[in-house]
């Protein structure tokens, strides 16, 4: 009796064992002729049960069936991106129960190549399925402008594949746009760690977000540092690593770059200027007014240089006319003439490279008002009253005593 009573039990086990196995085979029946609701049905069947719930091939259909549901949602909205992000969290289960091994069992079957473009019943539906799929849906996206979904469906696509660079730089040049800054720099980071990958403009993007988004110059000239060992002779690299010394004050280190700089690029217009910033800083005024002048024939049409050129002989002319006011009146009779003369000649040099200024930005109302005090102090008054209109017209008639 004990004997009939187990072998029923067998029976009963084995008819139970039989009939999950069945769900399975109906699921990937249902998967393979589109139905997939019931295909999701029936896999949730068989996940749910104690034997196929521990097979790994049973979460390998499951993420089939999940992907192909992704891939036939064509609203690509924010629950689409759902659907795609459980087929891989149910693929990353499967790989872990399978043992975690891309080169034999269900491992094989989860990482085989996709094939795009083929008819789809020849496609693996692996998770690299999933990941071209959410690659066309981002492309879809994107030429509809819609790029916050367009972003969505790149990082899923990236979280795949972390070496795929078309994938993470788009999804980092879509987040950057959109002002998520994090997101942008978890993609670009990617993209730094692929070695053949030609990163220049990576390192660009996240020097920026580094120093402008993040105010963090340290981890920005951390970047620099690190851009420059990959391209050393990059010339916008050196620009950004001495502006970046500049704001942290690093003086010394900041010339030191700048000779080196210099050394490669002479005639680099923004490199001067900055060495002129870095010589009248020191107080060598005539050092730093040469290298301005240079930063101008280097481009003439360089705003900064013909502002700083212009402002500096300003300054020259001031520092003569408060020294001429410091003198006793013995000696202010003796050289007020040749002084005023000096200060004036400095007015006058400083006139071309302001009006070349004011070509560059044409409504720049304080360049127009330094034009008029100097054409005023010089007496040229058809000039000075050129500019005094354009300032009425901008600013209205009270522009001089509003400032």
Do not use: C
Not at 148 to 175: P, Q, R
Not at 371 to 392: S, V
């Amino acid at each position: 009796m004990k004997k009939l009573i187990l072998s029923m039990a067998l029976i009963g086990a084995t008819t139970l064992a039989f009939g999950q196995k069945k769900v399975v085979r109906s699921a990937e029946k249902n998967f393979k002729s589109g139905d997939l609701t019931e295909a999701m049905a029936d896999i949730e069947a068989a996940s749910s049960d104690p034997e196929t719930g521990s097979d790994p091939a049973t979460y390998l259909l499951k993420a089939q069936i999940e992907t192909k549901m992704f891939g036939s949602d064509s609203s690509n909205t924010a629950s689409t991106v759902e659907t795609g992000q459980a087929a891989l969290a149910t693929y990353n289960k499967a790989f872990e129960m399978g043992g975690s091994n891309k080169e034999e069992g269900v491992g094989e079957d989860i990482y085989t190549e996709d094939m795009p473009g083929v008819p789809d019943n020849l496609r693996p539906y692996s998770i690299y399925t999933l990941k071209n799929i959410a690659f066309d849906k981002a492309l879809e996206r994107y030429n509809a402008e819609d790029q916050e979904m367009a972003y969505e469906f790149f990082d899923l696509a990236g979280e795949i594949d972390l070496t795929d660079t078309t994938v993470h730089y788009n999804a980092g040049f879509i987040a950057n746009d959109l002002g998520k800054f994090e997101e942008a720099k978890k993609h670009f980071e990617y993209l730094l760690d692929v070695e053949e990958y030609n990163k220049l403009q990576v390192y660009y993007l996240l020097i920026q977000i580094l120093s402008s988004e993040d105010q963090n110059p340290e981890a920005a000239y951390d970047m620099i540092m690190r851009g420059r060992e990959d391209y050393p002779e990059d010339k916008i690299l050196a620009e950004y690593e001495i502006q970046l010394l500049l704001q942290l004050n690093k003086m010394d280190e900041a010339m030191a770059s700048i000779q080196d700089a210099l050394k490669n690029d002479p005639n680099n217009a923004g490199i001067l200027l900055r060495s002129g910033y870095l010589k009248e800083q020191a107080g060598d005024m005539e050092g730093a007014l040469e290298d301005y002048k240079k930063s101008v024939e280097a481009d003439p049409e360089f705003y900064d240089g013909n502002y700083y050129t212009g402002a500096l002989l300003l300054e020259k002319s001031r520092e003569i006319i408060v020294e001429l006011g410091a003198l006793s009146d013995e000696e202010w009779e003796k050289r007020s003439e040749e002084m005023t003369k000096e200060s004036n000649g400095y007015y006058e040099q400083a006139i071309p490279y302001f009006e070349k200024a004011l070509e560059l930005k044409p409504d720049n109302t304080d360049i127009m008002g330094i034009l008029f005090q100097i054409n005023t102090r010089l007496k040229n008054d058809a000039e000075a009253e050129k500019y005094n209109k354009m300032l009425i017209e901008l600013k209205g008639p009270n522009w001089l005593e509003e400032g």
